[in-house]
């Protein structure tokens, strides 16, 4: 059984920073890419980024410049750094990491005021 718990999710004013936080544990191994995706109401799931187990990365163009992902893979944790954030950011964060499967994290959330 594999498990993502989330973290690092909450209220911030625009402009402000937060970080999420994911780590995986349980029975898995071989971990690949890591990622984040955000559901917002009304809306798709979209991919926000993803990195590979090389470490190279992939961002949606909403968020290029004002938002860094990372991982330690030593922990299997991936880091999501969200710098200059716009009300148009908020929604549920999902982490997923594909390993010898696809799995996903509960979803925090993130909210963004005006």
């Known amino acids: 059984q594999v498990q993502l718990v989330e973290s690092g999710g909450g209220l911030v004013q625009a402009g402000g920073s937060l970080r999420l936080s994911c780590a995986a544990s349980?029975?898995?191994?071989?971990?690949?890419?890591m990622g984040w995706y955000r559901q917002a109401p009304g809306k798709q799931r979209e991919l926000v980024a993803d990195?590979?187990?090389?470490?190279?990365?992939n961002y949606a163009d909403s968020v290029k410049g004002r938002f860094t992902i990372s991982r330690d893979n030593a922990k299997n944790t991936v880091y999501l750094q969200m710098n200059s954030l716009k009300p148009e950011d908020t929604a549920v964060y999902y982490c997923?990491?594909?390993?010898?499967?696809?799995?996903w994290g509960q979803g925090t959330q993130v909210t963004v005021s005006s």
């Open positions: 997923k990491v594909r390993a010898q499967g696809d799995y």
């Open positions: 349980g029975s898995i191994f071989s971990i690949k890419t």
């Open positions: 990195i590979t187990s090389g470490g190279s990365t």
